[in-house]
């Protein structure tokens, strides 16, 4: 019977200090909400930057449409005034077909 006591009185002492523990640890949430902001904004920042990198692709994509654009009409002028002086009679007249095409383009006009 004295054993039986024994393990009685260590199980009260086992459950009280279980007791204490629990009721001491005080959490501070604090932490959490501010880690929870900093996420927040990192997140709108972050989609922020998104959408202006989205915005500077398109602009850098209208740039090379526009250069594209560009280049073609250049050779198409280089083209109109190539010089005709060397050329034989087929290519001239094929020059002229093609150029009067183009001159209706960019509205050139011969007297």
Do not use: P
Not at 54 to 74: A, I
Request: include cysteine.
């Amino acid at each position: 019977m004295w054993f039986v006591q024994l393990g009685q009185k260590q199980q009260k002492e086992k459950g009280k200090s279980k007791v204490n523990e629990t009721h001491s640890a005080i959490v501070d949430l604090t932490v959490m909400e501010d880690a929870a902001k900093l996420k927040a904004s990192a997140l709108e920042k972050l989609a922020c930057s998104v959408l202006e990198i989205n915005k500077l692709k398109e602009k850098e994509l209208q740039m090379k449409e526009t250069h594209t654009k560009t280049k073609e009409r250049d050779v198409e002028l280089q083209y109109l005034f190539k010089d005709t002086s060397s050329m034989r009679e087929e290519q001239l007249q094929d020059h002229k077909v093609s150029s009067k095409n183009k001159n209706v383009r960019f509205f050139i006009v011969y007297n």
